[in-house]
């Protein structure tokens, strides 16, 4: 049979058998990229549905609008005014079926055929394989601990003019990394952005996970041009499951991402977006995100001690300051698919640091998950792995 070009672009064959052994339910896995079941709020999801069968079951059980159920932007509307300083109303809103479908809805609305992508390496590979769909060419620029590293961006700039159509971002707790940018930074970039016709795509993910007290300023709140693409999403902080999310961007750009919305899935899902609105009117969302990361931080915790004890000197880390990953770098030259497919005869899953870069161009480095294992767990996954690391480095 003959596929599309495109699809061969994105087949990372050898990744995707090894993440398969990953899930096999024996394994304790540190390669997923969500929260912790456990900490869904599966009682207040229970009653927030039967309330919305009870009382709106008709409207619950049909097509939503396009532009998303009016309540659930305005409650979204309000909590960015609230949690960031923002001035934002309904219509600067659209709710998507997850922030996977607003990524995949940006390439279709900025990209065409040739036309290049910058964004910040390690990066999120759902990110860039989405991207690559529209047949772009993606060019990495690279990060320090503060952010996206501006001379680099503007060198990139001005090497591919015309061509650049969007730049992709995760300034929180970001995946693979957990790295958060620094408010210097922000304000830096999106003053220099400001030079250039170039819309920026902002992932927001992780924004609200942090184990600190106060939220960074999104790069959308220094935006006066109404460059920046916010993609919020209900996954990380909430569950994954309901595919809530939205985009928060400048009305011109909104109206564009309608039109693509109604020919993807002509709405999201009615009854999820209606019981998000139940659910954040009656019960305290605020508080299920400080329990949330409350545990993840101090799962965060042991894994660190254990990390300290069992790994070598020479593998390399910054503690996380919010989110769900360890970043671990290997000495440069040694390979982490090889140590994964040792760790995983000792049934210990995690996801090696290359799938993060375009065509696997790092292969030293290591994301492993805090936030979905048990205590337990954690313990015996990574001194196993700790162990297994120091056998490798050898
Ligand atoms: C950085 C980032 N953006 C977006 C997503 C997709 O999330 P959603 O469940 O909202 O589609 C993920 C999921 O892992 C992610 O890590």
Redesign the pocket.
């Known amino acids: 049979m003959r596929f599309a070009h495109r699809i061969y672009k994105m087949e990372d064959k050898e990744l995707l058998s090894l993440m398969e052994l990953a899930e096999a339910p024996d394994i304790i896995s540190f390669s997923g ?2 929260p912790s079941p456990e900490t869904y709020p599966i009682d207040e999801i229970k009653e927030s549905f039967v309330r919305v069968l009870d009382e709106e079951g008709k409207e619950a059980l049909s097509y939503s609008s396009a532009s998303g159920y009016n309540p659930l932007r305005e409650e979204i509307a309000a909590r960015m005014d609230r949690l960031f300083g923002m001035d934002m109303t309904k219509d600067e809103i659209i709710i998507t079926s ?4 607003a ?1 995949d809805m940006s390439g279709m609305l900025f990209i065409d055929e040739g036309d290049v992508i910058l964004f910040e390496t390690p990066s ?1 590979l ?2 860039l394989n989405a991207l690559k769909a529209y047949e772009a060419e993606l060019i990495a620029v690279p990060t320090d601990k503060d952010g996206i590293e501006i001379e680099a961006l503007r060198q990139s700039i001005e090497k591919y003019g015309d061509r650049v159509k969007l730049i992709y971002v ?1 300034p929180d707790y ?2 693979p990394t957990s790295r958060c940018w620094s408010d210097k930074r922000r304000k830096e970039f999106v003053e220099f952005i400001s030079e250039y016709d170039i819309p920026v795509l902002e ?1 927001a ?2 924004a609200e996970l942090t184990f600190g007290d106060t939220l960074k300023k999104p790069l959308i709140a220094y935006d006066t041009l109404g460059q920046v693409v916010y ?1 919020g ?4 902080t909430f569950c ?1 499951g309901l ?1 809530v ?1 939205w985009i928060c961007a400048h009305k011109r750009i909104i109206e564009k991402f309608l039109l693509l919305k109604t020919n993807v899935d002509l709405s999201s899902s009615a009854i999820a977006q209606r019981q998000m609105v139940y659910y954040m009117q009656h019960y305290d969302y605020d508080a299920h995100i400080r329990k949330i990361t409350l545990l993840y931080k101090s799962r965060r915790d042991l894994m660190m001690e254990i990390v300290r004890k069992e790994f070598p000197d020479t593998v390399e880390f910054d503690v996380p300051e919010g989110g769900l990953f360890l970043w671990l770098s290997l000495p440069a030259g040694k390979d982490a698919r090889e140590l994964l497919a040792l760790a995983l005869k000792e049934n210990v899953a995690f996801v090696p640091g290359g799938s993060f870069y375009p065509d696997n161009a790092k292969n030293n480095e290591m994301r492993v998950n805090f936030s979905n294992m048990t205590e337990e767990k954690i313990v015996k996954g990574m001194t196993i792995l700790g162990r297994i690391t120091t056998e490798f480095l050898k």
Do not use: H
């Open positions: 990229g969500f997850g922030s996977q479908q990524l999120y759902g990110a995760i970001q995946n992932d993910a992780y993609c999403t209900f996954s990380k994954p595919r999310a």
